[in-house]
């Protein structure tokens, strides 16, 4: 049940939008759909992209690039965080502690 709850978190994770210099851009299959086809063609069809609060930006296609390297590599992260989390639930002895094991990113403690 631990790694069905953590495949849900990950699926959860790649349908949220991403920050990306100063907006939230969404990164749903569609939405990274939509962006592959743009660069694929080599040209933007319009001189903005709306961003996940439904604002217009204006962008170019080497920004779309970098907004899709972001995407991308937000991808990774979630899917590196889902595996280490998957290997710690797999290491753990007791169903005490897999129970209590919290899905999610690390909490990250203050300096």
Not at 84 to 106: F, H, N, R
């Amino acid at each position: 049940m631990k790694v069905a709850d953590i495949n849900t978190w990950r699926d959860q994770q790649e349908q949220a939008p991403v920050e990306h210099n100063g907006h939230r851009w969404d990164a749903d299959p569609t939405s990274r759909a939509r962006i592959e086809s743009v660069l694929l063609a080599g040209a933007m069809p319009l001189d903005y992209w709306t961003d996940a609060d439904n604002v217009d930006r204006t962008m170019t296609l080497e920004q779309l690039r970098a907004l899709y390297a972001a995407i991308v590599q937000q991808g990774g992260r979630i899917h590196d965080r889902q595996r280490q989390m998957k290997a710690e639930v797999a290491a753990l002895t007791t169903i005490e502690d897999v129970q209590s094991y919290p899905v999610g990113w690390p909490i990250e403690e203050p300096a």
